[in-house]
C-alpha cells in the first residue's frame, strides 16, 4: 500500500544558532514551554529506545515525569522489557514529537534508577487506578487472558481498600542523563534545521547537522 507524504505548513519560527543557548537544557525548555501554551498535546509524550545485549532495539511511547539539568526522568517496573535492557547496557534514547510545531527532539545518554524517595514523589503523584494497575501487572510476562489481569487486579483493590497504595519494590523511576541532544525544526524543501549538542569535558559542543 502506497503511503502519500502530507501536506505540512512550515511556516514557523527557524532554528538558528545565533539565537539558540549555549546550553540544551534551556533550549529544550523553551521548546517545552511553547507546547505546553499551544494546549491541545501532551508535551510530555515521548518514545524511549531501548536494545538488548544483541543490540535488537526497542522502544515504547511512554510520558515524561521530571526534567532539569540533572537529567530526563521517567518511571518503570523494574522487571520489564525495557528495565532489562538498560540494566544490561546502561543507556538508552528518547524522542520527543510535537507535531504542531513541527519540532522534534533527540536525547541519548546514560540511564541509572532514581533515589527510592524520588522514586516515591513520581508514585505520589500517580492516580490511584493507576498505582492499583501497576500492582496488578506483571508487566512485559505473558498472560493467559485478559480475565487474568482483571482477577490481579481485583485482589490488589481489595487488598489495599481504605487505604493508601504504597509503592511496589519492583517499581521505580529512571534518570537519563544526557551526552547528546539534537533539536529539529521542520522547515520547507526538507531543508529542515537541525542543532546537535554534545557533552565534553568542558561542557557542551553545539553542531549544525545536514537534513
Known amino acids: 500500500m502506497r503511503v502519500r507524504t502530507p501536506r505540512t505548513d512550515y511556516r514557523l519560527a527557524h532554528l538558528r544558532e545565533r ?5 540544551p537544557f534551556r533550549l529544550f525548555g523553551r521548546w517545552f514551554r511553547s507546547v505546553l501554551a499551544q494546549g491541545g498535546q501532551d508535551p510530555h509524550a515521548m518514545v524511549v529506545a531501548t536494545a538488548d545485549r544483541r543490540g535488537r532495539p526497542s522502544a515504547r511511547a511512554m510520558l515524561l515525569k521530571a526534567w532539569g539539568p540533572d537529567g530526563f526522568v ?3 517496573n523494574y ?14 534514547a528518547m524522542l520527543f514529537y510535537w507535531p504542531g510545531r513541527q519540532r522534534q527532539v533527540r536525547i541519548e545518554g546514560r540511564v541509572a534508577r532514581v ?5 516515591d514523589a513520581i508514585w505520589a503523584d500517580r492516580p490511584r487506578d493507576a498505582q492499583l494497575g501497576a500492582w496488578a501487572s506483571p508487566q512485559s510476562r505473558r498472560l ?3 480475565e ?6 481485583a485482589r ?9 497504595v504504597p509503592r511496589p519494590a519492583g517499581w521505580g523511576g529512571y534518570r537519563l542523563v544526557p551526552d547528546r541532544i539534537e533539536f529539529w525544526q521542520g ?13 565534553g569535558r568542558r561542557g557542551w559542543t553545539r553542531v549544525r547537522l545536514a537534513p
Request: hydrophobic share 35%; charged share 35%; aromatic share 6%.
Open 115 to 119: 533515589p527510592p524517595r524520588e522514586s
Open 79 to 92: 522487571a520489564s522489557r525495557k528495565a532489562r535492557e538498560m540494566a544490561a547496557s546502561r543507556r538508552a
Open 148 to 153: 487474568t489481569l482483571e482477577r490481579r487486579l
Open 19 to 23: 539565537s539558540a543557548p549555549a546550553d
Open 144 to 146: 493467559a487472558g485478559r
Open 74 to 76: 521517567f518511571a518503570s
Open 156 to 164: 490488589v483493590t481489595a487488598r489495599f481498600a481504605g487505604r493508601p
Open 187 to 199: 522547515r520547507a524543501s526538507r531543508l529542515h534545521d537541525r542543532l546537535s549538542y554534545e557533552r
